[in-house]
């Protein structure tokens, strides 16, 4: 068990690199994202200075490496541009600089430095601590206003200190994924971990509805189509689930929009809502929107695998000698759930992944709607967040997929599976 669920562990691995790798070129070859966020009005100057933040004006593979962390950060201005920034300003008001990390620089003789900076990263901001005498400055913000908001301070409290040591650590220049650092979002102008925080919590209540649903739609109808097979209760049944396969959700979507929420006005017209159960409240129609085609489909598979187990020679025979119709039918039904439960692992890409069509016409901000929104805006570091959550779901549902038919039927040897 454990040597599958390695193998399929780095098996994942692989396939998540690949999805980022050709997604992430992919993104940045079709356009420029500092003209698609700063508008057809900017200047040459402000594009280049947003493409000098975000790390745009370097090669494309650098940036990627940057990206994945290995290398070198190439996005904003980092740790060495904050020091020579702050530096060159404490320089400007006539005062000795001194940077003893840096090569061929040494301490000055005698006591100790009287100014002391220190640049400590953080996993999206900067904080600088700058200690004058015995007063300490303090700035906590963005790497690019960092310097300019303390360098003041810091020249007016000098007061002819003759040296002034700034001093960084050497790890702070790296960035990227194995870092934690998904980026800062184009459009948000936030961290792109804390933008898809805000909006996980959303798509998995969607999804865990629609897939409440579609289980309890789904098996339902084919457990009771299945049992009542050749028969006018079988045939509507079936013909509605093909009708629901057939309808897509950019029909059935507006339609009940139409009917349910503006018509008989049993449900709201969009939006998140206010508290849990108004969230809930919100999330019931297009959470039936979404669970429609995944509820015909699991009816039509159930009904299809549980008349084939009805039929099997150990159903007769449990039948035959006098096993009650109800324990028949349990039996029955646990074998016929094999396939369903290989379909649960692949719809629970849909508690993270939800669908940008559902939540582009309720209005519900989600996963899907920012997914969709960062790709017309080519905001590239969300793109890439939102895509990696999805390529990582879909590689633990197949995984868990996996895991929960074998745990089904003991006939599935994972050791030898591969």
């Not at 002819?160 to 050497?170: C, I, K, N, T």
């Not at 220049?173 to 919590?201: T, W």
């Not at 507006?254 to 159960?277: H, K």
Request: aromatic content about 8%.
């Amino acid at each position: 068990m454990w040597a599958f669920i390695l193998r399929r562990a780095l098996g994942a691995t692989a396939v998540v690199f690949v999805v980022v790798l050709l997604v992430f070129f992919l993104v940045n070859w079709v356009g420029d994202p500092a003209v698609a966020t700063l508008g057809p009005n900017a200047g040459p100057e402000q594009i280049q200075d947003f493409q000098r933040k975000h790390g745009l004006d370097r090669p494309l593979m650098e940036q990627f490496v940057s990206y994945l962390g290995v290398g070198r950060c190439a996005r904003g201005r980092r740790a060495a541009a904050v020091e020579d920034e702050l530096t060159a300003a404490i320089a400007d008001g006539g005062h000795r600089v001194h940077r003893p990390h840096r090569v061929g620089e040494t301490r000055p003789d005698g006591s100790a430095p009287r100014v002391r900076g220190v640049l400590r990263p953080s996993a999206d901001r900067w904080a600088l601590r700058v200690t004058v005498g015995g007063r300490t400055f303090r700035s906590h913000g963005n790497v690019d206003t960092l310097a300019d908001d303390i360098a003041d301070e810091v020249l007016a409290a000098l007061e002819g200190e003759p040296v002034v040591v700034v001093e960084r650590f050497s790890r702070e220049d790296r960035c990227g994924l194995l870092q934690g650092d998904l980026g800062e979002s184009f459009g948000h102008h936030e961290p792109v971990a804390d933008v898809i925080a805000q909006r996980l919590p959303r798509t998995l209540l969607l999804g865990a509805i629609a897939l409440l649903l579609e289980l309890l739609l789904g098996v339902s109808i084919g457990i009771l189509a299945a049992y009542r097979r050749n028969t006018w209760v079988d045939t509507g049944l079936m013909s509605a689930a093909y009708l629901g396969i057939s309808m897509p959700t950019f029909v059935t979507g507006p339609i009940f929009l139409a009917v349910f929420g503006f018509y008989y006005g049993w449900f709201p017209l969009g939006g998140y809502g206010v508290g849990f159960w108004d969230h809930v409240y919100h999330a019931l129609l297009p959470g039936f929107t979404l669970a429609i085609i995944g509820a015909a489909t699991y009816a039509r598979v159930m009904r299809s695998e549980l008349v084939d187990t009805l039929r099997s020679d150990y159903i007769r025979t449990a039948a035959a000698k006098g096993l009650p119709t109800s324990g028949v039918l349990r039996h029955a039904v646990r074998n016929a759930l094999l396939p369903i439960v290989t379909m649960l692992g692949l719809s629970l890409t849909l508690l993270v992944a939800g669908a940008i069509i559902t939540e582009t016409i309720f209005g519900w901000p989600g996963m899907g709607n920012l997914a969709i929104r960062s790709i017309v805006n080519l905001d590239t570091p969300t793109v890439m967040g939102v895509v990696l959550v999805f390529a990582v779901t879909v590689q633990a549902g197949n995984l868990l997929a996996d895991i929960a038919v074998a745990l089904l039927d003991p006939r599935v040897r994972l050791e030898t599976s591969g």
